[in-house]
Nanobody, 120 residues
Framework: QVQLVESGGGLVQAGGSLRLSCAAS??????MGWFRQAPGKEREFVAS????????YYADSVKGRFTIYRDNAKVTVYLQMNSLKPEDTAVYYC???????????????WGQGTQVTVSS
């Protein structure tokens, strides 16, 4: 079992930055990633990182603006979000799985979500 707890969401103006954190406990030698769900839309893949941190993957909509990285000593993954846009507004979910997390994946473990709101 893996337990995931997100933090760091909030309200920010367009062009601003936020950093999300996801602390993991339990079986932690897994890939981790972030998904988001905006009101009235399906949950979508945002970014992911392998256990070693050697490989990262991003949705086209966030490439160049978001960075995912992890600190295995703290068993925490981060999502640094820069140049935020109103369309980034969503609930952001941390996820973890034994295998690489890509778009369309259905990870086994999920956090409870954290709200990110970007005002125009």
């Amino acid at each position: 079992q893996v337990q995931l707890v997100e933090s760091g969401g909030g309200l920010v103006q367009a062009g601003g930055s936020l950093r999300l954190s996801c602390a993991a406990s339990g079986r932690t030698f897994y890939a981790m990633g972030w998904f988001r769900q905006a009101p009235g839309k399906e949950r979508e893949f945002v970014a992911s990182i392998t256990w070693s941190g050697a490989n990262t993957y991003y949705a086209d909509s966030v490439k160049g603006r978001f960075t995912i990285y992890r600190d295995n000593a703290k068993v925490t993954v981060y999502l640094q979000m820069n140049s935020l846009k109103p369309e980034d507004t969503a609930v952001y979910y941390c996820a973890s799985d034994r295998t690489i997390i890509r778009a369309g994946a259905a990870p086994d473990y999920w956090g409870q979500g954290t709200q990110v709101t970007v005002s125009s």
